[in-house]
């Protein structure tokens, strides 16, 4: 090839350089020596201007790995060598890539072809700047006549192969690194967007086009299916560029207000957790998009194309059917300019289409759960939930709903609930799997109910009647299927081995997004809890000798769990509210011994209370159980428990109160002063202090449940002063205190729970009523240990009684109680605080001599 770099080499040269490729090659997949090969093919990639070697190989070798690893070698000399090649060398080195995989395109080895392709596309991105706009026309020329059929089928599926390699290198998250400034790459993908972005989109589409008259007859074979394929991957990957010429300035103001007010989101959040995103490609490309009718066309393929194949159970997913879809669900997040300022109406009827679409993929949910569970592919129900997330992320939750009523004789939020109805049955049923496609598309849909009832802007007038009562017999859904998986697992001989408790954080995500279902319908599914607690309650009280609690105890801990999650938030990082949607869902409930957040309270809590009869703790209070106790006390002392201001701001929400604002004042105040200071609050305060306390006394090794008691529930407790106030004159917690700094029952739990448990004690101090106060409580709650670390530093046979393991472990927990007493030092405690610390540094130096060369365990 002219102007190759390199120049001349002799033959035998080359046939040395290619056997040696070769022997390395076959070294490293036979497992031979393969530090030795490894060395081999590392000096054909650093060699200097290896190309006639490289070509040498690709062009004559028998071994596809061989051929491999000289294409990659040439990319890699290109790249280092850039600044010394010839213009001329480096078309050269495009050209025979180019040409290479066009000869090459029905060869077996496809991942030798691949890389050539890359190779090519890196190179065409190198030398971007530097090429001039004839000499791209000239190389885009040749792949476009490829593509378009011109050189037959193989030639056409190599050339929509290679644009997917180009796209892909001119995209920052998958380019190759070139050590180049950013800029540079900046402008590469700015050029290749503006001028070629959609004209590659069009190939692809007319490529597409060229053989689907074929696919639909009867007439095609693999190739063209291939092809047909390779092109929806082609386009799908192009909208899922990151577009950022898309819009002017003015033009995307006005169309963000127009349609913002007609219910099209244009600031909707990425739909990165599912590597996802929003299509914003500007008003260039309306006319390939949509006003062609591309849409259509392409709904109207996979339809085609479905039916033709129903008897066909794996078509579902194959290629070309997940192309298909791919590509319905990317044009699913199309937005921004490229609709005119009509009021949302275009982009609405575009919505539309693809929804009506996608109901074939996922209607009716009950006979396509059954399919799937009888052996269906489930990969087009699963992109039919994708489809929705989409539409739920552009539309407000009124226009979500409304998308469907122009099809169907209900909103799409009735659909959804009937949807995530049969996922959840399913979900509950399958558990022999970690992750299963119930799983998969259970988390897809909660999403989605995130996305439309998480929203700031979106309150209970926000969701119809209709979609409210969904909403609400979803979740009794929901919680019945829970419930019977939860008896049905009681008996599980591996504790870890419940659906819902492979991984904590995935189980609290989906409480919550439970929990936001619930909150739409709290009127309803409130009483609901109520209802569920108070029977499983019944039961246990009206055992016999005979009956087996296991069960009934299980589902109390699920009913916790969700209970916790609909009264109250997570709350991390933040002061705990109740939650809006509770305080303006009983407008007509004024009383506080009828209100049902005050009722289910007040039920869990008086549970909870049956812990601390040792009778009833040693036959139902399982250590599981009361971390679920626990966990649920923790959040609810932290939302309900003396709230600040009960009688002020918290009651008065504008916007919830219109018409019925008496009502809503009412019943918000019910809610804030049913467990207040001047009411049961202190009574409560009381009986939480003392199961607590029992926790740490009852339930020895039991860690889990320990560190929950410890750094949780306590740190709820002293979170606020003025619960603080009430604290320390409880005599439940007067002995909690005692216990802590005279008594050694709670030294059983861990060094690091001492730490905790001692800043929970300290930080205590701010309720009491002035400094002195302060500063004696910690005397009395520290000094103790003080007096135990000098003694024992003082003593004569220190060095040997120190080694004993009982010694170790208590100077362990006693410093893990400095540390935690000093890291709850207030301006108050100061005095104390500082006076432990000079009383304990002569000793500490002691000790730090002593156990100089301990090993950490």
Known sequence: MEGFPGGATDLSQLQSTMEAVEHACSSIQMHVNPGEAEKIIL???LSPLPYQSCRFILETSQIPNARFQAAGAIGDAAIREWGILTDENKRSLISFCLCYVMEHSGAADAYVQAKVSAVAAL????????FAETEKMAIFSEVKQAILGIHGMNAQYTGINFLESLVSEFSPSTSTAMGLPREFHEQCLLSLELNYLKEFYCWAQASALSVTDKIIGCGATVSEDKVCSAALRLMFQILNWNFRQSTNTLGHSINKISASSYGIRHDAVLLKKYERSLVQPGPIWNDVLLSSGHTVW??????????????????????LAVSARQLIVQLCSLTGTIFPADNGEMQIKHLIQILSAVLQWIEPPNVISVAIQSGRNESEMIDGCHALLSLATLTSTVLFDNLLRSIRPFGTIHLLSTLTCEVVKAHTVIRDEEETWASEALDILLEIWSVILGRTDTDKDSVSTEGISAASNLFNVIVESHLKAAAESAFDDD?????????????DERLGSYALIARVAADVTVPFLIKLFSERFALINQRNNTSDPTQTLEELYWLLLITGHVLTDSGEGETMLVPEALQVGFSDILEEAQHPVVVLSWSIIHFARHSLDPEMRRTYFSPRLMEAIIWFLARWVDTYLMPLDATKGQISTPGHEHGHPHGYKLSKKVLLSFAGEHNQGVLVLDTIVRISMMTLNSYPGENELLAVTCQKLFVALVRRRNICVHLVGLDSWLDLARAFA??????????RLQRSLAQTLVCAASGLKDSEASNQYVRDLMGPMTAYL??????????????QADVIYMVCCLLERLRGAAKATQTRTQKAIFEMGSAVMAPLLTLLEIYKNQLCT
């Open 43 to 45: 000096s054909l990639r």
């Open 123 to 130: 190179l065409i991105k190198r030398g971007w700047l530097d």
């Open 298 to 319: 392409l709904l109207n393929l996979y339809a085609t194309l479905r039916q033709k194949y129903s008897s066909d159970v794996i078509w579902i997913d194959s290629p």
């Open 495 to 507: 504790g870890d081995a419940d659906y819902f408790h492979a991984s904590i954080s995935k189980r």
């Open 742 to 751: 005279n008594e050694r029952t709670l030294f059983a739990i861990t060094a």
């Open 790 to 803: 000098v003694n024992i530093s003082n003593r004569n046979d220190l060095k040997a009684v120190a080694q």
